[in-house]
């Protein structure tokens, strides 16, 4: 019999869709977001600190064309053929009026060489409006909409400052959707208060929504946070993994989650002059191979877990069950 592929890659997701290399770039495009201007919440996340994912050319300060043409620069010295994803990544970048957010996804699609876009924000920060032009946008370029999902557990949203709630996921990631756009999820493993068993129940849980690609990462204490702040004071209410053991958790978590969602990152690395902990002083593709190597050893496969009930709720609509 043979052996399932160890999971659903990135790369390969791509591959689909561009005959070529296809790189993000990051951009900040000056949003801030509805949990620090008072609109649902102020200080943000207590996790949060933008500067851990902005590279050096995403500055407000520059327009969204000179950062991605800075962008392309540090990119084309190794793959001159490549072409780029516009990827507006930091804070809430759906989170302003319908013609500003037009004038800004625009201007990235005019940069010669961006043959997409990457749209990171919110669950609750997803209008009618703004749904429906990206569902025609999405009909003349590639197009994915990435929602911070971070946890399954309104608790624990509730304890993060998040601002919203676990329905409001499922809404969003149901609309999107149903337009026919692609949708991304983030998660955060090991947050505060969540166990091994919580931790991977959550796979089957995001395996019954319409996701087409996830992104996780372990939970990372970053300096000037409010939860680097708790940290200090509370150090027994965090519970930072070895690396030998999040891995193991990374791969349970996928062995449980539905095989066709895309598995884009397993960790995230932050600048060492902003992390506390855990510091495994490896960087992404370093763990990654040590996921792949472990996964071999294991005759571990994503969805190898995945269970019948979870695939009955899926897709018992469908087969009438």
């Known amino acids: 019999m043979t052996q399932p592929p160890l999971y659903n890659e990135f790369s390969t997701f791509l591959k689909n869709y561009f005959p070529y ?17 008072g609109t649902k919440g102020q200080g943000g ?52 009026e319908l013609e500003g957010l037009k004038r800004k996804y625009e201007e990235a699609l005019s940069v010669d060489g961006v043959v997409g876009l990457v749209i990171g924000t919110r669950p609750d920060c997803m209008p009618d409006a703004l749904l429906h032009y990206l569902e025609a946008l999405q009909r003349h370029t590639f197009l994915l909409v990435e929602y911070g ?19 409001d996921t499922v809404a969003a990631v149901e609309r999107t959707a149903a337009c026919g756009i692609p949708v991304g999820g983030h998660v955060i493993l090991g947050l505060p208060g969540e166990s091994n068993e919580q931790i991977i129940a959550q796979a089957g849980v995001l395996s019954q929504l319409p996701l087409t690609t996830l992104k996780m990462h372990q939970l990372q204490l970053i300096r000037g946070t409010r939860m680097a702040y708790e940290y200090e004071q509370h150090p027994e209410a965090f519970r930072l993994f070895e690396v030998n053991e999040y891995i193991d958790l990374v791969i349970d978590y996928v062995e449980h989650l539905r095989p066709e969602i895309v598995l884009e990152r397993f960790v995230s690395q932050s600048p060492r002059e902003l992390l506390i902990a855990p510091d495994w002083g490896l960087k992404n593709h370093e763990f990654t191979a040590r996921v792949q190597k472990r996964m071999k050893e294991r005759g571990a ?21």
């Open 149 to 167: 999902i971070e946890t399954t557990q309104d608790d624990t949203l509730q304890r993060i400052n998040r601002g919203h709630t676990f329905a």
């Open 21 to 37: 290399k296809v790189q993000k770039i990051s951009l900040n495009a000056g949003f801030t977001c509805p949990n620090r201007d």
């Open 301 to 321: 496969y994503q969805g190898k877990k995945f269970g019948i009930s979870e695939k009955r709720a899926i897709f018992a609509e469908d087969t009438n069950l």
């Open 45 to 96: 996340c207590t996790y949060c600190n933008n500067q851990t994912f902005n590279p050096e050319y995403c500055k407000t300060e520059k327009t969204i064309r000179q950062q991605l043409e800075e962008g392309k620069q540090f990119f084309m010295r190794k793959y001159p053929e490549m072409k780029y994803l516009a990827y507006f990544q930091a804070y809430t970048n759906t989170y302003a």
